[in-house]
């Protein structure tokens, strides 16, 4: 991989669509803001929990902002995004009372209990430790930071606010399995787990088909440091995954290629790509156990995403449409595993936020802690590629 470039050509209309906010707006963050002050209302279990928005990009609208609404404890009063207008033309659709012309305004806003942060990573630790002092809760889109430094003092300023909500938005790519892979692990039905073989390969392309290399495709905001740090295609998320069926790692070492090296940036020019569009990586859990992760956006007609886990007693098979299949040592092969839908894990992110808020639950998912344990594993891979040698993760 090479060093993280300096420059920031991103396609325009994906930056407007996503709703990111401008770094140059930290600067203008109000005076009231860089003293820490105590939440001004806090909700009981009977009042309304009232929510601002920061970046309303397709994600917010199309999940977070539906999700609030199904929540009668839960109100949107507010947002701000790139601008007054872009601001409001989100409060226009979504009957939202309050558009600002920036997020230090919102902040600023004493009727805002919570926010959602919706930006690129660039801004989320600006943001969060904004958010906190200003005396609001916190619900951070996933890519917890572009850095593990970043993710780290994002944790330490949720843990001077003890009484205010910090989460982050959990990786909803697995809720299919989580449950059932954590009862077959947890159950012993593999025995020690001894080793993993997990691939993650994008099989569409958003200008080409089958998975093959995007030759002189756009440049997005997920191809540049500036805006998505160390995060390459899904390696947090998956290993967000993990963690849930096995418990967090401990050495990496990861190799990475750019096949793709320049894309369409502003105005047609084409320019360099730094993030890696396929990733090997082999780290090991805490009882030894090798795991091997592969991950692309160039294998094309390939069969996506699949999962072994191997054991001293047993194997477990994820195949690509996420149907489960086990055997144990005597089996002739792997049998179905059923997985009904009653028993299956869900997205309900903004619930859960709200309840938490509201004293009714604790957030399980996503919490910061495991968010610094996703990114020191992203910055790890980084380093090793980088290094050629094994990076340990923190304990």
């Not at 601001?87 to 009957?95: C, E, H, N, T």
């Not at 989320?124 to 609001?136: C, F, M, N, Q």
């Not at 903004?350 to 639950?361: Q, Y």
Request: aromatic content about 8%.
């Amino acid at each position: 991989m090479a060093d993280e470039p300096k420059t920031s050509g991103v396609n325009r209309r994906e930056f407007l669509a996503a709703g990111a906010i401008p770094l140059a707006a930290a600067a203008l963050t109000p005076a009231k803001m860089s003293a820490p002050r105590t939440l001004g209302r806090s909700p009981s279990r009977q009042e309304v929990v009232r929510v601002g928005l920061i970046g309303a990009g397709a994600n917010v609208q199309n999940v977070q902002i539906p999700g609030f609404r199904r929540i009668p404890e839960c109100e949107i009063i507010a947002v701000a995004n790139r601008s007054l207008e872009s601001s409001q033309r989100v409060a226009d659709q979504f009957d939202i009372p309050r558009a600002y012309a920036h997020w230090g305004e919102l902040l600023a806003d004493d009727d805002v209990d919570a926010v959602l942060i919706g930006t690129w990573p660039y801004m989320h630790r600006t943001l969060t430790l904004a958010t906190l002092e200003s005396g609001k809760h916190v619900l951070c889109q996933g890519r917890m930071a572009n850095t593990a430094a970043e993710a780290r003092e994002m944790l330490d300023a949720s843990l001077r606010y003890p009484h205010l909500v910090s989460q982050l938005v959990p990786t909803s790519t697995s809720y299919q399995l989580d449950n059932v892979l954590k009862r077959l692990i947890g159950e012993g039905h593999v025995g020690e787990v001894i080793s993993v073989e997990l691939q993650r390969l994008q099989t569409t392309s958003r200008t080409g088909e089958g998975g093959f290399p995007d030759i002189g495709g756009e440049l997005s905001w997920r191809h540049s440091f500036e805006f998505s740090g160390y995060n390459a295609l899904n390696i947090g998320s998956t290993y967000e995954s993990m963690m849930r069926w096995m418990g967090p790692g401990d050495r990496v070492m990861a190799m990475t290629k750019i096949h793709v090296p320049y894309r369409r940036g502003p105005d047609d020019q084409m320019t360099s790509v730094a993030i890696p569009d396929h990733i090997d990586v082999m780290y090991e859990l805490a009882n030894g156990a090798q795991v091997h992760m592969r991950f692309s956006a160039t294998t094309g007609l390939s069969n996506g995403n699949q999962t072994w886990i191997f054991g001293t007693d047993g194997t477990i098979h994820v195949d690509e449409r996420q149907n489960i299949s086990a055997g144990r040592r005597g089996d002739s092969g792997l049998t179905q595993v059923p997985n009904p839908q009653e028993e299956q894990a869900y997205y309900r992110v903004e619930e859960e936020f709200i309840n938490a808020i509201r004293g009714i639950e604790e957030v399980t998912m996503t919490t910061f802690a495991t968010g610094v344990r996703y990114m020191d594993f992203v910055e790890a891979v980084y380093r090793s590629a980088q290094s050629g040698e094994a990076v340990y993760l923190p304990t």
